[in-house]
């Protein structure tokens, strides 16, 4: 018996639609849209796919959706950030390690050797951190991300800041007389971590009670794809966190700058100022990057401002120091630093004299 039929059959993945101006029995095969699927032959209709699901190549049914995050094993740039990290961080413990073996050399003790111990353990522990942003985000672990690079970096900035404050007190307190000299101690520049390093863990905590980050699970910016990342919670929170560093960063940064002359031993604030200038620049220009990417690419961008600044007070802070130390042993002495001190006083007392001249010639 010969067949009347005027179109082909519709596989499976594809739905019939009718041709106008012709026989009910001619059609058109019209391939399911995005996110759809047919399952028989000369489907009528296509059936979207639940919310965590997606449909096959051929679109004949639907299969869970690719989970994407900055996985241990299958990220290769999850292996190399990682990597990166272990190496800074045994770094830092070789670093500090070299402290405690020089720990009554001059050059160790110069400017406070506490902060410089709590320094180098709040940069470890900033390495160590970045472990938190790797693997599959869950709940604790968006909480415990920003709130632990947040305050290690707040420890790390505020030994920075008191380090600086140190310096300009005790050129203070040489001049005859002058009563900054009751401000001399360690109480001082542990009043200023603790004060500094209190209202960022008081900023973490209040964010943590109302609106804590949390895991979100994004099933619309990339078809077939769920991207797990965190959720801020509050932008108010996360802005603070960070807004906050920067301002921590930028009075150090300006205190350093202004301090960078003194006569000292060995004086930091020139290191401490480039440091902090490259601290603010990486967070700064790590915002936009923040706010363009999504998903792991997001997760890229905070380890990388978390590596970057890191690594940055290590080799600003730390570096010359270690250079002193192993190269030029000469100068880890303390005749010498003496006599870098004396000559830079006299250099100074040279200059605020050179400055009060036309004052007096006013005067007379």
Avoid at 121 to 142: A, E, H, N, Q
Avoid at 181 to 204: A, E, M
Avoid at 282 to 299: D, E, F, Q, R
């Amino acid at each position: 018996i010969p067949r009347s039929q005027c179109s082909d059959n519709c596989l499976p993945g594809f739905r019939k639609a009718a041709k106008t101006g012709t026989k009910t029995c001619c059609y058109d095969c019209v391939s399911c849209s995005d996110g759809e699927i047919s399952h028989g032959t000369d489907s009528e209709i296509c059936i979207r796919c639940p919310d965590m699901e997606w449909p096959n190549e051929q679109k004949e049914q639907c299969i869970p959706k690719i989970e994407e995050f900055l996985s241990y094993t299958n990220d290769v740039i999850s292996v190399v950030l990682s990597s990166i990290s272990v190496l800074f961080f045994l770094i830092t413990l070789l670093v500090l390690g070299l402290f405690i073996s020089y720990w009554d050399t001059p050059i160790v003790r110069a400017n406070n050797r506490s902060l410089s111990f709590l320094l180098l353990v709040s940069i470890k522990l900033s390495f160590l951190s970045v472990f938190l942003f790797l693997g599959r985000p869950v709940d604790i672990t968006c909480m415990l991300r920003i709130i632990t690079f947040g305050i290690t970096f707040s420890i790390a900035v505020s030994s920075l800041l008191a380090k600086t404050i140190m310096v300009c007190v005790a050129f203070k307190a040489t001049k005859p007389g002058s009563s900054w000299r009751k401000w001399l101690g360690v109480k001082l520049s542990n009043s200023v971590i603790l004060f500094c390093s209190s209202i960022q863990i008081i900023i973490c905590m209040t964010w943590l009670a109302i609106s804590p980050p949390f895991q979100e699970l994004d099933i619309h910016t990339s078809p077939g794809t769920i991207i797990i990342q965190c959720n801020e919670g509050s932008a108010i929170g996360f802005y603070s966190v960070i807004g906050y560093m920067g301002l921590l960063a930028a009075v150090s940064f300006v205190l350093a700058f202004l301090a960078r002359s003194l006569p000292d031993s060995f004086n930091e604030a020139k290191y401490i100022t480039f440091s902090m200038l490259l601290f603010c620049s990486v967070w700064i220009t790590m915002i936009p990057a923040y706010l363009s990417t999504k998903g792991k690419n997001t997760v890229c961008v905070e380890i990388f401002a978390i590596l970057t600044s890191s690594a940055g007070l290590l080799a600003c802070i730390f570096l010359p120091k270690c250079y002193v130390i192993f190269l030029l042993p000469e100068r880890n002495t303390k005749s010498h630093m003496l006599g870098n001190k004396n000559q830079s006083f006299a250099h100074s007392s040279k200059f605020r004299r050179k400055k009060t001249l036309p004052t007096q010639h006013l005067k007379n």
